[in-house]
């Protein structure tokens, strides 16, 4: 099974900031990388998709890079609505489908 | 508008069994790759299972035995049928539309919580 490593586990930020998260595999997935975003109470939302593809509708601030085992999510500039969990889920051994552990963004 | 509505969730008592369906709109679900993915409380997301466009399923190891995924295509819902419920299948459990193994479109959520 491929395991995904998230880091950090927790963030703390200030509104326009840029932070960067972090998803490593534990083999190579080449491009196979996809980003979600969850806020408390609510279903996760595709951000990013084959490692560096925004999905429609989410704001350019948003960018992923990396292939084979690294790979980073960033936002350029941090907005209130950005607060929230972010998971990185491998799409390379379908359909066992696995996601990070998490990284908590929270308000420094 | 293309939806996702997940129901059928609630207090069920452990070995017990639940059918949970989630009700499309705006797409055809049989046309479609379709997962479950559950979040125990306070934890991260996990896969549970999918079913292809063609009928092919495939589940996770922890529910494989136990789970059903299927759909009715008249209904345009998905289904997850539990079996032999256990503490841990506690969680919120989420359909997604799944395309190219990335889940694009999400419904809100069903909670099943197993207890006696």
């Known amino acids: 099974d491929i395991q995904m490593t998230q880091s950090p586990s927790s963030l703390s930020a200030s509104v326009g900031d840029r932070v960067t998260i972090t998803c490593r595999a534990s083999q190579s997935i080449s491009s196979y990388l996809n980003w979600y975003q969850q806020k408390p109470g609510k279903a996760p939302k595709l951000l990013i998709y084959a490692a560096s593809s925004l999905q429609s509708g989410v704001p350019s601030r948003f960018s992923g890079s990396g292939s084979g085992t690294d790979f980073t999510l960033t936002i350029s500039s941090l907005q209130p609505e950005d607060f929230a969990t972010y998971y990185c889920?491998?799409?390379?051994?379908?359909?066992?489908?696995?996601f990070g552990q998490g990284t908590k963004l929270e308000i420094k | 508008e293309v939806q996702l509505v997940e129901s059928g969730g609630g207090l069920i008592q452990p070995g017990g069994s639940l059918r949970l369906s989630c009700a499309a709109s705006g797409f055809t679900v049989s046309s479609n790759y379709m997962s479950w993915v559950r979040q125990a409380p306070g934890k991260g997301l996990e896969w549970v299972s999918v079913i292809y466009s063609g009928g092919s399923t495939y589940y996770a190891d922890s529910v494989k035995g136990r789970f059903t995924i299927s759909r009715d295509n008249s209904k345009n819902t998905l289904y997850l049928q539990m079996n032999s419920l256990r503490a841990e299948d506690t969680a919120v459990y989420y359909c997604a539309r799944t395309i190219a193994a990335q889940m694009d479109v999400w419904g809100k959520g069903t909670t099943v919580t197993v207890s006696s």
């Open positions: 889920q491998q799409s390379y051994s379908t359909p066992q489908n696995s």
